[in-house]
């Protein structure tokens, strides 16, 4: 009964320790990640650019593609909590 | 993949040197605090005295580096919370873009704290690090870099987003030691001061790393061609 307990007992730590990180196979893939940028940023420069021509990306067309993107102002630390002037 | 480091940092002397054609004041200059918000004497005199090398640098990271988006009025030399004196660390804040990913999302957030700064963070600390005229200014105590970033899952219908951010600071000393491989990464972590935030919530001491991320040396937009003048 006790060696069941404590069996149980060490099934439980180790779901919850699992459950509470990322897998290595995650976390791998986050670090072999070869591009973050937004997924709707590289449509916008295809519709960009025309069929048969060479294509090309300006930084422009990043900054377009940025504020067309933009999902509203995000909340973030202020300037003021981290410096003083 | 040293080499390749170094490589890149040789290309931004090459350009910063080169005296790069000035590209469209607005997204560059902007980036610069401006000289008035500035409140001590010193602060105003590194500003000014370095005010062609942040230009240029700006001018650099807006062009070669245009998947981050450095924050307005944030390069010059900023004064840390915690500094008892006026302490001045050559600064930079990045808002990096970057898609709603479940891998990310599923990582622990101190471990998104040390991935996004050893990923991003750190590289800009290098890339500043080889602006030799600042770095050589006695009343420059260091180096800061916030990096910032879309919390994951944050991104709900009807609810604002929200950021999470990690401001580093490092010491002069500490910084080139790292940089020229005198101390360990490990070694760099215990020596670092950091504040991390969650949103505008304060998370107080995180358990942060460093380590050696090489995703800022090789990747490259594809068919993206720098403002003209530019060379990355």
């Known amino acids: ?85 | 993949m040293v080499t390749r480091r170094w490589a890149a940092a040789g290309l931004l002397v090459i350009a910063l040197g080169a005296g790069v054609a000035p590209a469209p004041a607005g997204p560059v200059e902007d980036k610069l605090i401006p000289l008035e918000r500035y409140a001590t004497p010193k602060a105003r005199a590194l500003a000014s005295a370095h005010r062609l090398q942040l230009l240029k640098y700006s001018e650099y990271v807006y062009g070669c580096l245009p998947w981050l988006d450095v924050q307005k009025q944030s390069i010059g030399f900023q004064r840390p919370k915690f500094a008892e004196g006026d302490d001045r660390y050559f600064s930079t804040w990045i808002v990096v873009d970057q898609k709603d990913d479940p891998q990310f999302a599923a990582i622990p957030q101190p471990r998104r704290m040390s991935a996004m700064f050893s990923r991003f963070g750190m590289d800009l600390l290098r890339r500043m690090a080889t602006l030799h005229e600042v770095v050589a200014d006695a009343n420059v105590e260091g180096f800061s870099v916030v990096t910032s970033w879309l919390k994951p899952g944050s991104l709900a219908p009807g609810a604002q987003p929200v950021n999470e951010s990690i401001a580093v600071f490092m010491d002069k000393k500490t910084a080139l030691d790292y940089l020229e491989r005198r101390i360990t990464a490990a070694e760099l972590t215990t020596k670092v001061r950091s504040l991390a935030f969650d949103g505008q919530k304060d998370l107080g001491v995180i358990p942060l790393e460093i380590w050696d991320d090489f995703f800022m040396a090789t990747f490259k937009v594809p068919n993206y061609e720098p403002p003209p003048g530019v060379t990355c």
Not at chain 1, 37 to 52: D, I, K, M, V
Request: proline share 2%.
């Open chain 1, 1 to 85: 009964m006790r060696c069941r307990l404590i069996g149980s007992a060490l099934v439980f730590s180790i779901a919850m320790i699992v459950s509470g990180c990322a897998s290595s196979e995650e976390w791998a893939e986050w670090r072999s990640h070869s591009s973050h940028f937004a997924s709707g940023q590289h449509a916008t420069f295809s519709l960009r650019n025309r069929e048969g021509s060479a294509p090309r990306v300006a930084r422009s067309d990043i900054d377009v593609a940025r504020s067309e993107n933009w999902w509203g102002k995000a909340i973030t630390v202020s300037p003021d909590q981290i410096f003083q002037n």
